[in-house]
Nanobody, 127 residues
Framework: DVQLQASGGGLVQAGGSLRLSCAASGFTFDDYAIGWYRQAPGKKREEVSYIKSIDGGTYYEHSVKGRFTISYDKAKKTVYLQMNALKPDDTAVYYC????????????????????WGKGTLVTVSS
């Protein structure tokens, strides 16, 4: 079974940093793209970033570009989201999700249509 386990959330002051991890199991890592979404209280879930493990291709939502960096460790089958210069608006539950690599990955990511989802990890940024 495909399993995704997000971790690394916590409380941080504005301007600080956190690194989220998404540990993947149950599938061939190179065959999938893994991404991060977030959902703030009272708001709809929104896309943050994804990475294609087969070639390292990445996507970042506009508001996090330049502050967040997505990467992976194939040996550990883990995707990371390094979040710097955090803002109170970044406060949300962060979820990782996975979908098979295809020419539709970008569209499926933006459409929140990735097939597999893990439980979230809460990030709280205080002002």
């Amino acid at each position: 079974d495909v399993q995704l386990q997000a971790s690394g959330g916590g409380l941080v002051q504005a301007g600080g940093s956190l690194r989220l991890s998404c540990a993947a199991s149950g599938f061939t890592f190179d065959d999938y793209a893994i991404g991060w979404y977030r959902q703030a209280p009272g708001k709809k879930r929104e896309e943050v970033s994804y990475i294609k493990s087969i070639d390292g291709g990445t996507y970042y939502e506009h508001s996090v570009k330049g502050r967040f960096t997505i990467s992976y460790d194939k040996a550990k089958k883990t995707v990371y989201l390094q979040m710097n210069a955090l803002k109170p608006d970044d406060t949300a539950v962060y979820y990782c999700a996975a979908d098979r690599n295809s020419w539709m990955v970008a569209e499926r990511f933006i459409s929140r249509a990735f097939a597999y989802w893990g439980k979230g990890t809460l990030v709280t940024v205080s002002s």
